[in-house]
């Protein structure tokens, strides 16, 4: 059973900091592109920011400046580190490990955390 455990979601007001964590097994972390995504209340899930294994990023263009992904790999875990937060980001955070083989996509999924930015 492939577990992504997530922690650091809250409640932070405009132009507050957060940093969320989402922590697997080895053999998920060594392997998968990790990545965060986010939905909000009445939209649809978006991508918010990938890592690969090799260190490449990719970032939604709403977030660019202000966020930053990043793998620790002797933790097996990975980061969003959130920063200047307004309402807009108001949403739950929830942890991807994705990988693509030929035509076969592994795909695991946190529960997910809850960000809500508000004054």
């Known amino acids: 059973q492939v577990q992504l455990v997530e922690s650091g979601g809250g409640l932070v007001q405009p132009g507050g900091s957060l940093r969320l964590s989402c922590a697997t097994s080895r053999s998920i972390f060594s392997i998968y592109t990790m990545g965060w995504y986010r939905q909000a209340p009445g939209k649809e899930r978006e991508l918010v920011a990938i890592?690969?294994?090799?260190?490449?990023?990719n970032y939604a263009d709403s977030v660019k400046g202000r966020f930053t992904i990043s793998r620790d790999n002797a933790k097996n875990t990975v980061y969003l580190q959130m920063n200047n937060l307004s309402p807009e980001d108001t949403a739950i955070y929830s942890c991807?490990?994705?990988?693509?083989?030929?035509?076969?996509?592994?795909?695991?999924w946190g529960q997910g955390t809850q960000v809500t930015v508000s004054s």
């Open positions: 991807n490990a994705r990988r693509v083989v030929g035509t076969l996509t592994s795909l695991y």
């Open positions: 890592m690969t294994t090799g260190g490449y990023t």
